[in-house]
């Protein structure tokens, strides 16, 4: 009889004994074969390995899992694009006006026109000019603007609420890609939603606006938390399917072409979702009275994805690399696999030998050599130093055009708020749907016709300056603005699809993961300055509009210098 090693730990070195008859008569039941022959299952590939030969390629299985896991990128997109209407302008005269009865009262001072500064009278021709502490208000939506009286620092404040919210995204993408080397992609995503419900109540209910910041951060950090598990989660339950673009924790890449379109297309139309969320955000905030409750409004879909956690995955090969004990981690994968083959009616793909097969692929997984260093990026091919350089300019400009041009229609009026923003969500949409057809159609030039789009739209934005004093019926004017914007806009989706799917498909499996680490970190650092750029739409309206389309311009110069 062969020597059974014991099992210590996580040591790779370690084997597993064979199924008992008893397990594998219950193994061979569940797939209804029970004689010999159909036991004796061939081998998989060495192009695939047995999580993916019992998953398939894509099933209901998996579907499920993808859907509950996207589903995190709508409450994302409504915490992130919440300002847009919880601090909508206020017209200074006719819906606030400045209380002077800390001077004095009216006859003691003067008030300037946009209500923000008081000439007070301190007699013998004495006079000096006061900022205005308290206002009184008109308007009958109780924004965040009125809750802590920011009328005339409006632009500043909303820039620097939303800076908050964006350093979160950068500092959770960071710190949950660190964690899930000690901690399961499911428990990673599991604390980012439940610190989610948490911290959202939470931004909606203080009373100082430094509380509120900080806790749109923290928001911000748990919804981050949730994608980047979400991601690592689907890269393992698809059979690498969907290969994460954030973090990918093992080198170990098994892929052909029909698993390779399913990996494109999913991740090609994760972002559909966040554009999703765009578009039912004004659903939310139309009967709203006042910002908290639109943040109650928009802490409810975490609830119901509390309620679907028990049928979220964890990921098979996380399992397998990263877990403890080696011994746990298969059995936690067998039951995991038994329960998604019977679901894919794959039950016939279920080996005798399964338990055997996982503890082989644990060991091949925690044997693998460890990732490259960020100063190995840099060498490869010739053209590897263009290729990176090209890859980070281009993400970080689409970036911050992705989020300046969707905070940049605030600019386009008040009254126009939610029709603007279910047409820039549109436009989202559409442009992921071109991203998928230039993938599978075009793939040879995908990222010469995305830049070249993004180039072209981009310029045409650009042509908003001669339109900036133009006098025409204000509907058309709305009309014509969102032209501007919309366009870029659906080029950005379309070349940040492709970018955050396909940017290391020309590198080695052993450099994708830190590759697109560097990428995705150092766009999110430029991504911070977004919220500042809105800014400039207190100088010139064209003059916001043209700075995002100008970087629209640089990042699809950039991706036209990418090869595939």
């Known amino acids: 009889m062969t020597e059974i090693l014991p099992v210590t730990g996580d040591n790779p070195k370690s084997r597993r004994s064979s199924p008992h008859p008893d397990a594998l008569a219950h193994i061979s039941y569940i797939h ?49 694009a919440c300002i847009i209407f919880t601090a909508p302008d ?63 620092l409006c632009d500043i404040f909303v820039a620097w609420s939303q800076y908050w919210h964006l350093f979160g995204m950068f500092v959770g993408g960071v710190v949950a890609t660190r964690l899930m080397r000690v901690l399961s992609p499911r428990q990673v995503y599991i604390a980012g939603i439940w610190a989610l419900l948490c911290c959202g109540v939470a931004t909606g209910l203080v009373n100082d606006f430094s509380l509120h910041c900080s ?77 908290r409750q639109i943040y109650i409004g928009i802490t409810s879909l975490p609830f119901i994805i509390v309620l679907l956690l028990p049928w979220l995955p964890d990921s098979p090969r ?42 082989h692929l644990g060991e091949k997984l925690r044997a693998q050599a460890p990732p490259a260093r960020w100063l190995e990026l840099w060498h490869g091919h010739r053209r590897a130093k263009l290729h990176m350089l090209a890859t980070h300019m281009a993400l970080a400009t689409f970036l911050i055009g992705h989020m300046g041009l969707l905070l940049n229609i605030r600019s386009f009026g008040r009254d126009y708020l939610s029709p603007n923003t279910i047409a820039i969500g549109v436009a989202e949409i559409l442009g992921c749907l071109l991203a998928v057809y230039l993938t599978f159609q075009h793939n040879a030039r995908k990222w010469q016709w995305a830049g070249g789009y993004c180039i072209v739209g981009g310029c045409v934005g650009c042509l908003c300056w001669f ?64 919220s500042f750029l809105t800014v400039l739409r207190e100088l010139n309206i064209a003059l916001s509009l043209s700075t995002f389309c100008v970087l629209v311009v640089l990042g699809g110069i950039c991706t036209c210098c990418l090869r595939t």
């Open 215 to 291: 806790f749109r951060c923290l928001s911000a950090v748990s919804c981050s938390f949730m994608m980047t598990a979400g991601q690592a989660i689907c890269r393992c339950s698809t059979a690498y399917a969907l290969q994460s673009f954030l973090t990918s924790l093992s080198a170990l890449t098994v892929t052909d072409i029909t698993t390779g379109k399913y990996r494109q297309g999913v991740l090609l139309l994760y972002e559909t979702f966040w554009s999703l969320g765009v578009i039912l955000l004004p659903g939310l905030a139309v009967g709203a009275h006042s910002w």
């Open 467 to 530: 339109f900036n004093d133009v006098e025409m019926p204000e509907i058309y004017e709305i009309v014509l603005w969102m032209f501007f914007a919309v366009l870029p806009k659906s080029g950005i989706s379309c070349a940040q699809a492709m970018l955050l799917t396909c940017m290391g498909e020309s590198l080695p499996p052993e450099k994708r993961a830190p590759f697109a680490f560097s990428v995705v970190t150092w766009a999110r650092v430029w991504l911070l300055s977004a």
């Open 32 to 80: 209804g074969c029970q004689d010999a022959q159909c036991r004796e299952l061939p081998a998989p590939s060495e192009a695939d390995d047995i999580v993916a030969h019992i998953l398939g390629k894509f099933g209901i299985w998996q579907l499920r899992s993808v859907l509950i896991v996207f589903l995190c990128k709508i409450p994302a997109a409504w915490f992130m």
């Open 318 to 359: 996380w399992l397998l690399q990263r877990s403890l004990c080696l011994d746990a981690a298969v059995e936690h994968v067998m039951q995991l696999l038994l329960q998604a083959a019977s679901l894919n009616e794959r039950n016939h793909k279920i080996p005798s030998d399964l338990a055997t097969q996982l503890q």
């Open 90 to 152: 206020i017209y200074a005269n006719e819906e606030f006006s400045c209380d002077t009865s800390l001077y004095g009262g009216a006859a003691n001072c003067s008030v300037t026109e946009d209500q923000c500064s008081v000439l007070v009278a301190y007699g013998d021709g004495n006079y000096a000019m006061r900022p205005c502490q308290q206002f009184h208000y008109a308007y009958s939506f109780h924004s965040l603007i009125m809750e802590f009286d920011l009328v005339c």
